[in-house]
């Protein structure tokens, strides 16, 4: 029996026996399984933090989606989706810091971009969201960056203000980075406990 052929481009062999073309991504080769297994294994701060485990981007996104509620407690369930999966493109291309994404030679943010497109359409969430949704998780986002620096990465309060502003309607007391397997279980336990509601 002949085997599926593989579409030419950079993609992606998943745990789950998808092909993720990286190029022109389907959404229907996206399982929230790899995603959760990838963002668990990708380490913040390029793993430049305190603890026994690297602090992943799956904790990251989980506490940027905790932290989206603490600004808008009545925010609607696709939308905390949208904010748990913020940076999902990163089980597949890696969570590059942003100066270095700036120096990238390629359109960096075109591949994300397609990315976190065909993931919304594969968990029902609008490809684009809006401005105002972009903004909050924007918000959130900059306020775990703000906590994992001081918390997990080395910075002083007054260099982590300067660099991420102050965290103001958020809160967060303690951040201990999970082990990966802890971290994609959680992962996944929120994304079902979101697709539930």
């Known amino acids: 029996m002949a085997s599926a052929k593989i579409p030419v481009g950079a993609w992606q062999r998943m745990l789950s026996g998808r092909r993720l073309n990286l190029l022109e991504p389907s959404p229907l080769d996206i399982e929230?399984?790899?995603?959760?297994?990838?963002?668990?294994?990708?380490?913040?701060?390029?793993?430049?933090?305190?603890?026994?485990?690297?602090?992943?981007?799956?904790?990251?996104?989980?506490?940027?989606?905790?932290?989206?509620?603490?600004?808008?407690?009545?925010?609607?369930?696709?939308?905390?989706?949208?904010?748990?999966?913020?940076?999902?493109?990163?089980?597949?291309?890696?969570?590059?810091?942003?100066?270095f994404k700036r120096a990238v030679g390629i359109n960096y943010k075109a591949l994300e971009n397609r990315l976190q497109e065909a993931i919304h359409v594969r968990f029902g969430i609008t490809p684009k969201v809006s401005d105002t949704l972009h903004k909050l998780i924007k918000r959130a986002d900059t306020g775990a960056a703000y906590f994992e620096a001081t918390q997990l990465a080395g910075f002083d309060v007054a260099e982590a203000k300067r660099f991420f502003g102050e965290p103001k309607g958020m809160a967060y007391k303690r951040l201990t980075p999970w082990e990966a397997t802890e971290a994609q279980a959680r992962f996944v336990k929120r994304f079902k406990e979101l697709v539930a509601d």
């Open 32 to 99: 929230i399984e790899d995603i959760a297994h990838g963002l668990a294994r990708v380490a913040r701060w390029n793993g430049q933090t305190k603890g026994s485990h690297a602090f992943s981007v799956a904790q990251h996104c989980m506490l940027v989606e905790r932290l989206a509620i603490q600004l808008k407690p009545a925010l609607k369930r696709e939308d905390r989706l949208a904010a748990l999966l913020h940076d999902a493109p990163e089980y597949v291309i890696g969570d590059l810091i942003s100066p």
